[in-house]
């Protein structure tokens, strides 16, 4: 068929909304995955700047989240610091509440700096400590509080891209801008988190962790007691966050780790299908992503795109979390990995 021909049945095709897929074939089915997402490092000390700044700017309570994005320089006006995850640190200064409300997008907080914050979930309060990974999951209540003397920051991290694209999105404002707590601080970890859980829970399990606070404290010592193992080539002393009731990972959407490297350790090459966001919590990290080169400190946050192999060297004995959406990928059968 000769050009002109081709340009006039194309024509046609698109005045009845329908198209050549042999002209779009391989943008479609590539040949491997090709994230939008870049390698990218936020420097803390500098970012804090902004973050303190905006406390001098607007509340919380006008704010509603006193919130910074991270946004990947590859996905620009997304608000998101993957292809299919979000990021952002929060500021709650002392006195002020971020009120209740809860939507289907599952949460996590990651604590950074400060202690004596709190988080309310769904009727149990728990008092944030730095290296303390939190979760809000979908459709719980929760408002934040700062009943201490000290501003309090974290990382906010979730799914919304994913729950965004599925057009699954709901969000309710409570009508008390403190919803009430109707168990003590420390239940949830009492009933769930001694390796023990109520006799009368399902034996399929919650879908969400209802220990919704893992103490840093607990996850430190604990990686601390693996230093007698030979480290994995690829990931150092690892330990991923689960849930006790089924023995899946904590949050059904996303994955949640924290590592030990020991000085000198420097991991193999890595690369995986979910997109990662990293945050180091103790030493410091030689980190490269893809031919990108970042020297990361405690509380920097890093952005791991998917399929791009990366490596870690330890400059000192370093600890840091991880999440990803690496659950989403393997209920679909779609999480692959290479090891180089």
């Not at 400590?129 to 719980?140: K, L």
């Not at 009368?200 to 230093?227: C, I, K, M, Q, W």
């Not at 410091?284 to 970042?294: A, C, L, T």
Request: hydrophobic fraction near 35%; glycine fraction near 8%; include cysteine.
């Amino acid at each position: 068929m000769s050009r002109p021909d081709l340009n006039m049945y194309y024509k046609k095709l698109e005045n009845q909304h329908l198209g050549p897929l042999w002209e779009v074939l391989k943008g479609l089915v590539p040949n491997e995955p090709k994230p939008r997402a870049q390698p990218h490092h936020w420097d803390f000390a500098a970012v804090r700047e902004r973050i303190i700044e905006a406390g001098t700017l607007i509340s919380a309570e006008e704010a509603e989240r006193r919130v910074l994005v991270l946004q990947n320089p590859g996905l620009p006006e997304t608000s998101q610091i993957t292809d299919t995850l979000y990021a952002g640190l929060q500021l709650i200064l002392p006195g002020e509440v971020a009120p209740a409300h809860r939507h289907t997008q599952s949460a996590l907080r990651f604590i950074i700096e400060g202690s004596g914050a709190y988080t309310s979930v769904d009727g149990e309060r728990t008092t944030m400590h730095p290296g303390d990974f939190i979760i809000t999951p979908s459709w719980a209540w929760h408002d934040h509080g700062n009943e201490a003397d000290e501003p309090v920051i974290w990382l906010d991290g979730l799914d919304v891209p994913l729950v965004n694209f599925l057009r699954a999105g709901f969000r309710e404002e409570h009508e008390n801008a403190v919803h009430k707590t109707v168990r003590p601080e420390g239940d949830a970890m009492a009933r769930y988190g001694m390796g023990l859980v109520p006799i009368t829970l399902n034996r399929g399990g919650l879908d969400t962790s209802p220990v919704f606070n893992y103490p840093y404290e607990r996850t430190r010592e604990a990686l601390e007691h693996l230093r007698h193992d030979e480290p994995d080539p690829h990931h150092g002393h690892c330990l991923r966050y689960v849930n006790p009731t089924n023995g899946d990972w904590a949050i059904p959407t996303i994955a949640t780790s924290m590592r030990l490297l020991p000085k000198g350790f420097h991991t193999r090459p890595y690369a995986s299908t979910d997109g990662a966001v990293m945050v180091v919590v103790e030493g410091r990290v030689k980190v490269k992503i893809g031919s990108e080169e970042f020297l990361a400190r405690p509380k920097d946050v890093l952005a791991l795109p998917g399929w791009l192999p990366y490596e870690l060297e330890a400059v000192e004995d370093t600890v840091a979390f991880t999440y990803s959406d690496r659950p989403v990928y393997e209920k679909l059968g779609l999480w692959r990995e290479w090891l180089g």
